[in-house]
């Protein structure tokens, strides 16, 4: 399965600002502290949980590959 990008809702940045947001540099010391890592892991077990609670499954009905397309319907 391929994630498409979303076409609909560009984010409208000029390309301009983009190329002068990545010649940009980077300063100081961006290594995490101790109590940052902490705060990480228990940011990602509360986003775990949340991901869990909200699993659920999709149901397959129909595909169709060809050479150039790959549809499937849901």
Known sequence: ?????????????AP?????IAKMPIWGNHVPTEDQL???KAFLKVEERIAKARRFCVYCINYKYTENKREIAL
């Open 1 to 13: 399965m391929q994630l498409l990008p979303n076409d609909h809702y560009p984010i409208d940045i």
């Open 16 to 20: 301009k600002l983009l190329a002068q």
């Open 38 to 40: 902490q705060a990480w």
